[in-house]
């Protein structure tokens, strides 16, 4: 693992292993998700990786009606839309990731701040399946 | 409560005397400039598109020019590439103007794409190198289906963001839910900003959408009328944009009405060094202030409430001009979307972070308000053929400046000093620039 360069291509190779990692820079101690091989804060270049335990909280949001054209063949629509959004990690650093396990359709539900948890999400099958980083509620709670 | 920054950006801080930083070692004036009615063009292409801007351009010579007279061109395209499947637009758009074999250029920099070819052209007169430059822009979007379209201009946003299943309205929908988080703004700030558009667009004649917000729901209620359906009961344009059958969500809070379309068009400028500007024309625009900044996809901006970009491109052209965000009269920003003008507002130092929806709300920034933003219509109105962008953001200027702008020309008596913000990508590229009539 310690031999993996810090790469976009390392990252989702630990996401399909359903780990959610970045680096650490051994200098000054700051943390990016994905990984960044410079460290931009002090240009350290002594990085190590780090796991992120997988929970935070929602900073931004958006619940999308017209997606891509891999996620309408998913099945979401105008009629079924999805969430994405903006994850403040415990420790600080800050993805986007899909928000899973809410009410799209009601976005006056989904709350700026409310903690979340990481959760897989699979895609496709056989050599085209592939992982998506996402958040949903933690402590198991359905938003209200 | 949950903070969505993480802390006071550095470059908000436009008080106080402005140190002079920055300058062109010959100064550069605009002396014409031409612009295409943008809209959806099926017997139009790019190039018909670009000679119709051109042709405004060199009859808006006061005094007169021969085009062979200009030494290069810089051209603004985003991805012509992926919706017309053609490259390399340099040569072709300046053989179509009699240009060739002189040094065509194409700028990159997705929806700030024109104002890059700006900026190019400016710094090759600067230098010494060339003495009369055109700068152009164009872009061709209509050929291709909304979602083709959604796909093209989605090459210019962060490859985590499109990983995670982001649009480009998704982008700045999140940016409004921590904005509104933040503020306390809700969707009727967002509305604030259509209806204004929609208004001023009514008065120019080469927006893509002519109407207002009351046009267009006057409209429908006659044609429900005169087709004897029931007859919607809209009692204002806010509950007509409240309406989800017609102002459906497009990414929440992002709907239909708060986004820009997607259009054809093409603008250009002509840019000469100062000392040549009197024999062109008696009322040039003097180039004094340029500003570029770089940002980040969404998971690593210090603040979701802004854009980093944006602000460090306004801290540079104050500083080159000397200028105050107060002294700036009037401005286009890049409304790609209702939430993004806002934001820009408050980024080019007009409002206090916090107050950009309330001035929309009170009045400020209409075409007879202390300060009018977007008079042209903006983005969300005139349209947004991604590459011609910047560069008509700067027409709208150099009519407004000129007394030129016909029934939308603000009532800003000493009228002289204007800015255009554009923004490319969901905020990779900014640039901020700003003319002056002496």
Redesign the interface.
């Known amino acids: 693992m310690e031999t993996k360069p810090f790469s976009d291509i390392a990252y989702e190779q630990f996401l399909a292993e359903e780990k959610l990692m970045g680096s650490r820079c051994k200098k000054c101690g700051a943390v990016f998700v994905p990984p960044r091989p410079i460290c931009i804060k002090c240009y350290g270049d002594n990085i190590e990786w780090l796991e992120m335990r997988g929970s935070g909280k929602l900073c931004a949001f958006t619940c999308i009606a017209v997606g891509p054209p891999s996620m309408i063949e998913e099945g979401y629509t105008r009629e079924n839309p999805y969430c994405s959004g903006v994850v403040e990690l415990e420790e600080g650093a800050r993805v986007v990731a899909r928000i899973d396990g809410i009410d799209a359709k009601r976005p006056e539900t989904i709350k700026i701040g409310m903690p979340l948890k990481t959760k897989f999400l699979r895609r496709g099958e056989g050599s085209l399946r592939k992982i998506i980083l996402a958040f949903e509620p933690a402590e198991g709670i359905e938003s209200p | 409560?949950?903070s969505?920054d993480s802390g006071e950006s550095q470059y908000l801080q436009f008080g106080g005397e402005v140190e002079r930083k920055r300058k062109l070692d010959r100064g550069v004036a605009v002396v014409a400039a031409g612009m295409s009615k943008f809209g959806l063009f099926k017997e139009k292409d790019s190039k018909d598109l670009l000679v119709e801007a051109f042709h405004e351009c060199m009859s808006s010579v006061d005094k007169g020019m021969d085009p062979r007279d200009i030494d290069a061109l810089y051209f603004g395209n985003f991805t012509n590439d992926f919706f017309v499947n053609q490259g390399h637009w340099g040569p072709i758009m300046s053989d179509l103007i009699g240009l060739v074999p002189k040094a065509a250029t194409r700028t990159e920099g997705a929806c700030a794409s024109g104002a890059l070819a700006f900026r190019e052209g400016v710094f090759a007169i600067a230098s010494g190198f060339y003495d009369v430059v055109l700068v152009a822009g164009a872009e061709e979007m209509s050929k291709r289906s909304t979602?083709e379209v959604?796909?093209g201009l989605?090459l210019a946003s962060?490859?985590?963001?499109?990983?995670?299943?982001?649009?480009f309205?998704?982008?700045f929908?999140?940016?409004?839910?921590?904005y509104f988080?933040r503020y306390g703004a809700t969707r009727e700030d967002l509305m604030n900003v259509t209806i204004k558009s929609h208004n001023n667009a009514r008065l120019n004649p080469k927006a893509h959408f002519g109407s207002s917000i009351r046009d267009i729901m006057t409209s429908k209620m006659d044609q429900a009328r005169k087709k004897g359906e029931a007859v919607p009961k809209w009692e204002n344009e806010k509950d007509f944009l409240g309406d989800l059958l017609v102002n459906?969500?497009?990414?929440?809070?992002?709907h239909l009405y708060d986004c820009s379309p997607i259009s054809d068009g093409a603008s250009c400028l002509l840019l000469v060094a100062e000392e040549m500007a009197r024999s062109f024309t008696d009322h040039p625009l003097y180039v004094v202030g340029l500003g570029q900044g770089s940002g980040r996809?969404?998971?690593?901006?210090d603040d979701?409430t802004c854009f980093e970009a944006t602000r460090f491109a306004a801290k540079e052209a104050y500083e080159m001009s000397g200028l105050k965000p107060e002294d700036v009269q009037i401005c286009e920003v890049h409304d790609c979307f209702t939430i993004a003008e806002i934001v820009h507002i408050e980024d080019l130092g007009f409002f206090p972070p916090g107050e950009g929806y309330r001035a929309i709300k009170d009045g400020t920034t209409t075409l007879t308000g202390t300060k009018p933003i977007n008079t042209s219509g903006g983005l969300k109105s005139k349209g947004h053929p991604v590459g011609a962008t910047g560069l008509a953001q700067l027409y709208e200027i150099w009519k407004q400046l000129r007394g030129e702008a016909g029934q939308r020309q603000v009532p800003i008596s000493d009228l002289r000093i204007g800015g255009a913000h554009n923004l490319g990508g969901t905020g990779g590229t900014c640039t901020f620039t700003i003319l002056e009539r002496r």
């Open positions: 409560m949950f969505t979602e959604t796909q989605a962060s490859p985590y963001e499109r990983k995670a299943d982001f649009t309205p998704g982008v929908g999140a940016t409004a839910t921590a988080e459906p969500v497009v990414a929440w809070p992002m996809g969404l998971h690593a901006k979701l």
